[in-house]
């Protein structure tokens, strides 16, 4: 399936490395100017636990899209999620052919994530269309900032990766159908304001749950402070303003 991306973002094959042993503290340290990011297996072991995160993230979004599309109200709302559905399974291909260039299976890369994304979305389990509508928009726009947010860190083209899966048109979509939805019903707007409070928490939790169970990303998520269980105050801060904002371009209080 093609993706629109371009051949200059799949890494070097696995076997025409010779991995050094010597890794950089962080990811981003240690790189000399000319220096294969990818020849460091420090490097390849932290973005391979992050894009196993993400490509479980995408594959469980394919499913639960797919799902509560057969709920939608109208034929063209099943055919919008459905569209969306399509476009998560085809970022999960992308990253799982990123990961095969490295060597590494996708499936392997995913395993350490399973039991915890499932127990998020076990815990997040919409009551009817419209919270399952609530959930897309606000869990796909955190996911992507939180991927945003770290892609700095990494190589020119792990970060086109991400460009790659943060294009689309989801949250525009996700949002417009949420206003179509609240204006023609306001009773709606407090039970989605408290829905949408209740997922925000739930998905910072699983963003320091994830950084605490993975020790390549938590130098990342914790940054600074006063060991691997303590959240960077920065990183979570930005992440909770920018679900602020889009919960009031809803006319929703956050």
Known sequence: MNNGAPDSMAPPAA?????????PSAPADG???????????HYVRFVADLLGAIAYAELSGFERLSSDARFSPSLADRASLGRLAVQEFEHFELVGRFLDGLGITVEDAMTPFCASIDSFHER?????????LMKAYVVDAFSRDFYRSLAHNLDARTRELIAVIDSGDAAEHLRGRLKEA??????????????GRRLVGE???????????????AGLLFAGEDGPTQPSGTFFSELTRNHSRRMSALGLTA
Do not use: H, K, M
Request: charged share 30%; with cysteine.
């Open 15 to 23: 076997e025409s490395r010779n991995a050094s042993e010597a890794g």
């Open 31 to 41: 790189v000399g100017i000319g220096e294969d990011p990818f020849d460091n297996p």
């Open 124 to 132: 997040t389990r919409p009551g009817d269309w419209y919270e399952s």
């Open 182 to 195: 609240l204006s023609a019903d306001p009773r709606l707007a407090s039970r989605c304001a408290l829905w």
């Open 203 to 217: 998905a910072l939790t699983q963003a320091q749950r994830v950084g605490i169970e993975r020790e390549n990303l």
